[in-house]
């Protein structure tokens, strides 16, 4: 993290600086901004005349030619520059990596995707196709890299506090291969992937202790308990190894992974019919099992079943764990898990494990990850935003 830069007004200037980056804060007169921080009039009028300065907030027309003002003194009204630096999140997966681009309010400007196939745990092309995609991001998004404040890379490992993974010779040492010795654009942060899909599921699960279950290619869980996103010392909270322990789960693997390999194992069972949408030369996909199992395939059905109880004993085993109520099953599978997912609700439903938490499709799809991304990148410069210098003030500061 950069070094603060000391004011005397800095304590007076941070304050209303997080009053103008709340989400909920447009154009504001001093008034406003006095009655929201309990600054005085002449604290508050200093300190936007200072963020002025430094770029992150505008002088706008005052309220009398806005319309908005009638009589007596016209007030000087101010709103955040949204254009003052923006964040990047990337989703930096094994097969694929996606960046997005937003502004200091979350507004997505860009977003690119980057293929690495069969290449993923190849690290100088993993690190080439992250930062080519960064690039294009930005390129998309008409944005001088110098603007950026802060990276977050999410990626499928465990993370601690510092960005480190555990080194384990393999998988982890591959998909945490040192990106901030290559990604040059602001404070990059490395993020777990099912943690930074926690974070963006914040909004949609209110006050909830809550499991973010990334449920594609294998089992993972950002956990949000009684509001604090749980990290552990090692960054471990959350990785499923424990599922290999567990009656009826036995691994990792997720929904779609183990929906390929039942179909693989009624395949070569003779037990999938020339007629049916799990046959043919290719092996399907799950998407293609849940379409079957729309059209009562006698295999797809079984397929659903199996893997509904295998989502509720995960279910179970969290919130036996961690008292959560609510599992929010995300990723790109989400979508298409619906019968999965209402397989799993009828199975908590017999009462056996009471009390058993919701469960629920993310309604983010793919870039549940790389959103997820963007809002630690926001939570972070909104948590200490006069630790970024803006390239404004470095310019006003060079002056």
């Known amino acids: 993290m950069p070094q603060r830069r000391v004011t005397p007004r800095a304590t007076s200037a941070e304050t209303v600086l997080a009053y103008a980056l709340d989400p909920l804060s447009g154009a504001f007169t001093a008034t406003e901004a006095i009655e929201a921080t309990g600054l ?4 508050v009028l200093a300190a936007c005349a200072e963020l002025v300065r430094l770029g992150w907030l505008r002088d706008l027309d005052d309220a009398r030619a806005a319309g908005e003002y009638r009589k007596g003194r016209p007030a000087r009204r101010y709103e955040l520059d949204t254009d003052a630096g923006v964040v990047v999140g990337v989703d930096a997966g094994q097969h694929r990596v996606t960046a997005l681009v937003a502004d200091l309010r979350g507004t997505v400007l860009a977003r690119t995707e980057g293929a690495l196939g069969e290449s993923g745990l190849d690290v100088p092309v993993r690190l080439r196709v992250t930062t080519e995609t960064i690039t294009a991001a930005l390129a998309v998004a008409d944005v001088d890299p110098a603007r950026v404040l802060v990276t977050v890379v999410g990626i499928p490992a465990p993370v601690d506090s510092l ?12 998909m945490n291969p040192g990106f901030a010795d290559v990604v040059s654009h602001g404070v990059v942060v490395v993020e777990n992937d099912a943690n930074a899909a926690a974070l963006a599921e914040r909004p949609s699960s209110g006050d909830a202790s809550f499991a973010a279950l990334l449920s594609g290619e294998r089992f993972g869980a950002g956990l949000v308990v009684d509001g604090a996103l749980l990290r552990g010392a090692r960054g471990g909270a959350g990785e499923l190894r424990v599922l290999d322990l567990v009656e009826g ?17 009624a395949r070569a069972e003779g037990l999938v019919g020339p007629a049916s949408l799990l046959g043919g030369a290719e092996e399907p996909g799950a998407e293609a099992v849940f379409a079957a199992a729309a059209l009562l395939d006698p295999v797809a059905l079984e397929v659903v079943d199996r893997l509904g109880d295998r989502l509720a004993r995960v279910c179970v085993l969290l919130a036996s764990l961690l008292d959560i109520d609510r599992v929010v099953v995300a990723g790109a599978i989400a979508d298409a898990a619906a019968p999965v997912i209402e397989r799993a609700r009828e199975r908590l439903a017999t009462g056996e494990y009471d009390p058993t938490p919701e469960v629920v499709a993310s309604r983010l799809g793919g870039d549940v ?5 963007v809002a630690r990148a926001l939570d972070l410069v909104h948590a200490d935003p006069l630790a970024f210098p803006l390239p404004a003030e470095t310019s006003a500061l060079a002056t």
Request: charged share 25%; glycine share 16%; proline share 3%.
């Open 40 to 43: 005085t009039r002449s604290t």
């Open 249 to 265: 789960v036995s691994s990792s693997n997720g929904i779609g992974r183990t929906a390929r390999e039942l179909v693989r194992e």
């Open 163 to 174: 960005g480190a993974s555990p080194r384990d010779g393999g998988f982890w040492d591959s």
């Open 369 to 373: 990850v790389v959103l997820g991304a």
